[in-house]
């Protein structure tokens, strides 16, 4: 006996989430820290800073947390992106 | 009526169960083969073309289907009748104030606990008596587990995936249950949340284990309830400080004291309300100390107000048991009560 049975999954890929282009460098460059607020944060943000700096020169490191770090990250950090070259997005778990 | 999904075939039943199986599509159980007939059954009791919205998921903008749900529904072994609630389901967990991403992806490991009240329940024969928060009946079975298949075949919450769950629990197969509003003087939960009276309605919460506790040697409210708010200050000390919604399931042996007392589920809300909270030095006898900082004195309540409270009548006729639910995380995610979707002169969609 042969079963005809149908796909569960949405098939389609989400509409969101393409990759930006990649830079060629980071050097004099603006990149944006997102951080969803937890305590592991902020060791590993505060490395990265330094080291975006002294390492790669890059010339400004925005950091900004989620009022909710459950949630989608907040509409006034979402506006600020626009005006960054990159964005490291992070978790604290 | 035309099915937009891909079709697979299967060559016998063992394959159908290898095919979802090797694809990451079941919760590792059996699954009922979701044919095109099957998934017709479901729209048509339910009035809907396969292409009705549903809703689209807030984080990542998925639409969510009616054929999609429905597959999955019948994956889970739903009948036709059954569907109409899941569908429910979802529109509630899609609200934004449930946070269903966040909810679902979470580390927390919480599941969806999902509670029926108005006459659905009877119509399906959902019970809310013997072994409520288990395997009490076959609707709330498949209804809460095509809950779950949803979430893993249209969100991608598989473990590992989106599910980032460090234990996650066995209400993520299924949670559902049943209101015993047959056997309580109480008013239903649906009610309670500003469902008119005979309305049949489904109230989902981003929800823990449950919590056991027992009290069979008292029966004044006052010391029941506090067996109940004990276990909620056990819930802040141990797990979460963040205050929400918090269920209270009573069964039938506890209830009739608080009932034969004249107690409501307004009392019983303000009474826990003032009875479950804690310092935060409190945390330090848990091992938690390096927390407490220099805010041991400030006091943390379980819920912000003691409409955040669920008090469902459910359980058994004996034993002097009852069960705490506690939040996911507080009030990141809120409980969500819609009625069933009632439709006037409604037509069935062409075929």
Redesign the interface.
Known sequence: ???????????KA????RLAPRLDTLEGKTIGFISNGKEGTKGFFKHLDQMLREEYGVARVVSRTKS?Y???ADKHIVDEIKGWDAVVSGLG? | MQLASRVYDADSISAVQELYHSSGWTDGLPIVPPTADAVEACLDWAMMPPDQLIGIEPVRGLAITAEKLAINAVMAGCLPMHFPVVVTAWMAMMQDEFLMHGATASTGGCAVLVVLNGPIRLELGASGTFNALGNSDRATAVIGRAVRLCLINLMDVRPGVIDRSTLGHPGKFSYCLAEDEEDSSWLPLAEQRGVPKGASSVTVMAAGAPRQLMNEWTTRPEEILETFAAEMRANLRHYSIHPGNYALIIPKQLREHLQAAGWTKTDIAQFIHERARIHRREWAEVGKGAVVRDRGDSVYPAMESPDQLLVVAAGGPAGGFGAVIPPWLGNKSHAVTLPLGVCIDCEPPKK
């Open positions: 006996m042969t079963f005809r049975v149908l796909d569960p999954t949405t098939e989400p509409p969101a989430g909710n459950s949630a989608p778990d």
